[in-house]
């Protein structure tokens, strides 16, 4: 695994073994950033269910202002932490070791705001996660969710005022991208 482009251009990522996690592949990861343009630069980032923090780093190399990696694994923290320390791209990092919801609940709690959320939930878990994220304070008037899924996993359109502005998919993994609508 490595980072696609920008500053930290091929530079490898440590994954965190022997946990049910699914890495984003890179040309699924390349096609994100693809759509997402010059969207990234300077933007305040939220990577949800982050594994290795791949997202975020491949947000953070692209030019994010700051990123807030949230995963309920510590192990998966703890390789987020080791990644960002490698690149140097602690500084411009928040990691947290939380339940989504609960990761949700604390960032609305410190008047958090983000102008991009990358997320990969669970299998079968996406529909249920974007409710949430659609009910939250967190999000920027102008912002962009991007839900990584698999391909039988079914989203709506719409959640709460998010509405799915585009749907791609690479070989069994879906990219639905929401906006405030």
């Known amino acids: 695994m490595r980072v696609i482009s920008g500053i930290a251009r091929n530079r490898r990522l440590k994954f965190p073994h022997g946990l049910n996690i699914r890495p984003t592949l ?20 939220l990577d949800l269910f982050t594994g290795s ?6 947000a953070l190399s692209r030019g994010a202002k700051k990123v807030t ?20 791209f602690i ?7 939380l ?18 959320v990358l997320a990969d939930p669970p299998y079968q ?15 920027k008037n102008c912002f962009v969710a991007v839900i990584e899924h698999y391909k039988k996993d079914i989203l709506a359109g719409e959640y709460a005022g998010l509405t799915r502005s585009k ?8 990219l639905s991208f929401y906006k405030r609508t």
């Open 26 to 45: 890179d040309n699924v990861k390349e096609a994100l950033f693809s759509i997402l343009g010059e969207y990234t630069a300077g933007k305040e980032t």
């Open 53 to 58: 923090g791949a997202l975020g780093i491949e």
């Open 69 to 88: 990696f949230v995963d309920n694994d510590f192990r998966c923290t703890h390789t987020v932490k080791e990644n960002l320390e490698s690149l140097n």
């Open 91 to 97: 500084n411009k990092a928040i990691v947290l070791t």
């Open 99 to 116: 339940d989504a919801r609960e990761a949700i609940k604390y960032l609305e709690s410190k008047n958090k705001k983000f102008d991009l």
């Open 125 to 139: 878990t996406a529909n249920i996660f974007l409710k949430i994220l659609a009910e939250s304070d967190i999000l």
């Open 167 to 174: 749907l791609a998919r690479y070989g069994d993994t879906m």
